[in-house]
Antibody
Framework: QVTLRESGPALVKPTQTLTLTCTFS??????????VTWVRQPPGKALEWLAL???????YYSPSLKARLIISKDSSRQEVVLTMTNVDPVDTGTYFC???????????????????WGQGTTVTVSS | QSVLTQPPSVSGAPGQRVTISCSGN?????????VHWFQQLPGTAPKLLIY???NRPSGVPDRFSGSKSGTSASLAITGLQADDEADYYC???????????FGGGTKLTVL
């Protein structure tokens, strides 16, 4: 069974650095075709894609947030970490991680869905 | 401003059929990238509803169906039920922006 779980601080102050961890099980990020992505949702607003990392350590970032985000993986610990610097109250919201899995004979992960999601972790940015 | 455009809301009576549109352009849906649909019940994580334009994951009722034509896609829900009331999001890849793009979401109200 594939599961993902997000963790991190519930409250951070403006200008601080936010570090979120996605701990997963049921798959390995060393397997070709596996990716983990982060998506956030401000209160009452739409989903927003943030970043993706794949089995080969390729990394992709939302252009609007690229300067503030770092995504990394620790395959041995089954974790993906998202770091966001210089947070602002507009960064308040629920942060989700999700898996994208492709067959090993088709590594075009751009075409494949976020098939399993974590339950999300809520972050408030406030002084 | 979302890369993919959805109507903010749709509504229908129990038993009726509703459709939710998702409009893109030649760098995402029109470029052939698959469209996926997610259902988000209040206070929960998104759940994959339709993948690869038209496919339903195991466990999703056949009341839900997806289609795609040109630069747009649609989600149809037949036999509306009260527990279909949720937010629905389309998602596709945009090769120019290099983003996994979401629509702005559509709130479905069952009257």
């Amino acid at each position: 069974q594939v599961t993902l779980r997000e963790s991190g601080p519930a409250l951070v102050k403006p200008t601080q650095t936010l570090t979120l961890t996605c701990t997963f099980s049921g798959f390995s990020l060393t397997t070709r075709g596996m990716c983990v992505t982060w998506v956030r949702q401000p209160p009452g607003k739409a989903l927003e894609w943030l970043a993706l990392i794949n089995w080969d350590d390729d990394k992709y970032y939302s252009p609007s947030l690229k300067a503030r985000l770092i995504i990394s993986k620790d395959s041995s610990r089954q974790e993906v970490v998202l770091t966001m610097t210089n947070v602002d109250p507009v960064d308040t919201g629920t942060y989700f991680c999700a898996r994208i899995a492709t067959p090993e004979d088709d590594l075009n992960y751009y075409y494949y869905p976020m098939d399993v999601w974590g339950q999300g972790t809520t972050v408030t940015v406030s002084s | 401003q979302s890369v993919l455009t959805q109507p903010p809301s749709v509504s229908g009576a129990p038993g009726q059929r509703v459709t939710i549109s998702c409009s893109g352009n030649s760098s995402n849906i029109g470029a052939g990238y698959d469209v996926h649909w997610f259902q988000q019940l209040p206070g929960t994580a998104p759940k994959l509803l339709i993948y690869g334009d038209t496919n339903r994951p195991s466990g999703v009722p056949d009341r839900f169906s997806g289609s795609k034509s040109g630069t747009s896609a649609s989600l149809a829900i037949t036999g509306l039920q009260a527990d279909d009331e949720a937010d629905y999001y389309c998602q596709s890849y945009d090769r120019n922006l290099i983003v996994w793009a979401f629509g702005g979401g559509t709130k479905l109200t069952v009257l």
